[in-house]
């Protein structure tokens, strides 16, 4: 008996991969490895780095390249303007991402990423050289639609490892995503205004005076050539024969010709078939997770805006009066522990807890902690410091492990010949609500500052209020019947 059970996995294995299919030669790969697939995670890591760089490496520096532009006619109407520039990128995304997704399951993950990260190269660099307003929301609105790799890239990373890896894959995908919107701001704190900051070494009339803002765009714009050059030799997981009918029905003649599993070969053939057939927009396991992912990313986007322009405002308008520098070294701090966490203990975490519950713990914890943000601006010195790079570090980790769970969620929802579209269509949706995240949050920011006196939740309270809703909200939304998880039949 347990002689022909191994003859026919034999046969099956022998006779599944199809020669020339990049996908089937990856499937091999991961049936020979053993240990954890620290390459292939690490290759993940470093693509989602390149691309998450530029999401939010502007906010640090926004509030004064809009005070530099001269489009604002008084400071409280700051935040408005960065709201736009903010939006623009995401909305270019929402275009395009179904698009990318597409196009990722036709031709391959390798093009779309491989374009992603050039886009990276061109359109960064040419918002450092922004000379007005416009063009900073044109060349931002570009790199936005051209790179749509942040969709196929989480499919990679599942189709690279192993099943019993795939949690810590996506973990790269959402860690680097994370690491990305913290490290991305903190170089644009460092390095924006070198010839301000540093004028022994830029003299102010050298051109990183006139482009006070390129120097951060063209830092991590040379880090995504390098990305770029060396996606060329990463391997291709898309399978490129006709279906997997075709090619698994040499192991079914060899099945047949044993007289073993006929019937389990019409099963399999019938599911297969249903699935194929399936509309994404009528699974709900995976459109439940993306209607959630999408409300916590409005909130985290807005939340990533409102908090620089926040702790820059001046103290009487109830923000802490900080400098690029000072912002840049507190996201530094966040993103130190949150790489921590991510790589070490939210895989173990989540595989006791499970990504809903964990999701929905994070959010309930998260409201508390984020309506303490007015209070600590009442401290000053060391204790606010103290008390502010501990607020931020916990948020920043809460939100990235809420997403990551949404990410499981979501690629466990669909067969692998889906996930590319799937993860378009969440990347279409998560980008709309990411464009009105900085839109929305910039007009409330600046809504809310000329509202200091008012007697119903004064100035940034009301900032904190309507961010604790919107995250209340998505708690809400990871209960049943709404969030349900898909059954492996």
């Known amino acids: 008996m347990a002689e022909g059970q191994e003859h026919v996995e034999s046969l099956l294995r022998k006779d599944y991969y199809v020669e020339g299919c ?24 470093v693509i989602v780095l390149s691309t998450a760089l530029t999401i939010s490496s502007l906010f640090p520096f926004l509030y004064f390249m809009i005070r530099d532009f001269g489009i604002a006619k008084r400071e409280e ?26 196009i990722a399951d036709r031709y391959g993950r390798k093009p779309v990423i491989i374009i992603g990260c050039a886009t990276v190269v061109v359109f960064n660099t040419l918002f450092g050289l922004s000379i007005n307003f416009w063009m900073a929301i044109t060349t931002r609105f570009l790199l936005g639609s051209l790179n ?30 994370g690491a990305g919107l913290i490290i991305g701001p903190a170089l644009g704190g460092f390095l924006a205004q ?10 102010s009339d050298s051109f990183l005076a006139r482009f006070p803002y ?52 019409e099963e399999i053939e019938e599911r297969r078939e249903t699935t194929s057939k399936q509309s994404l927009f009528k699974n709900w396991p995976l459109m439940s997770s993306i209607i959630v992912y999408c409300v916590f990313s409005l909130h985290d986007m807005a939340y990533t805006e409102i908090f620089s322009l926040w702790a820059e405002s001046p103290r ?23 790489l921590i966490f991510q790589s070490s203990l939210y895989p173990l975490v989540e595989k006791i807890m499970g990504p809903i519950r964990l999701s929905r713990i994070l959010g309930i914890i998260s409201i508390p902690l984020l309506t303490s943000y007015h209070y600590i601006a009442m401290l000053s010195g060391i204790t606010l410091s103290i008390m502010l790079n501990c607020a931020s570090l ?17 690629n466990r929802a669909v067969d692998q010949h889906q996930r590319g579209a799937a993860n378009g269509i969440a990347m ?44 209340a909200i998505g708690v809400l939304m990871t209960f049943k019947p709404f969030l349900v998880e898909r059954r492996n039949s």
Request: glycine content about 10%; charged content about 15%.
């Open 194 to 203: 070198p010839a301000e900051k540093f004028p022994g070494i830029f003299a």
């Open 428 to 471: 279409l949706f998560m980008s709309l609500f990411k464009a009105a995240g900085p839109a929305g949050g910039g007009a409330l920011f600046s809504w809310a500052q000329k509202r200091q006196h008012a007697d119903f939740l004064p100035g940034d309270q009301m900032v904190f209020f309507i961010l604790n809703v919107i995250e």
């Open 77 to 102: 109407d700051i935040g408005y303007y960065a709201g736009f520039i903010g939006s623009s990128y995401m909305l270019g995304r929402a275009l395009t991402s179904m698009l990318w997704g597409v």
């Open 394 to 410: 916990l948020k920043n980790v809460f939100s990235i492990s809420i997403v990551t769970g949404l990410f499981i969620l979501q």
């Open 148 to 177: 749509g790799l942040l969709g196929p890239i989480k499919a990679y990373a599942c189709e690279t490892v192993r099943d019993e890896y795939q949690s810590l894959a996506l973990s790269a995908v959402s860690t680097a995503w």
């Open 316 to 338: 009487r308008l109830g923000g802490l009066s900080y400098t690029t520098e000072d912002v840049g070294t507190v996201l530094v701090i966040s993103g130190v522990g949150l």
């Open 214 to 265: 390129f120097l951060p765009c063209l830092i991590i714009s040379l880090f995504a050539a390098v990305v770029t050059v060396a996606c060329f030799w990463i391997p291709e997981t898309l399978h490129t024969h006709n279906s997997e009918k075709i090619a698994s029905q040499d192991s079914y003649d060899a099945l047949e010709s044993a007289n073993q599993g006929s019937s389990e070969k």
């Open 22 to 45: 990049p996908g089937c030669e990856v499937d091999q790969l991961k049936q020979t490895q053993r240990g954890m697939p620290i390459k292939q995670v690490l290759v993940v890591w």
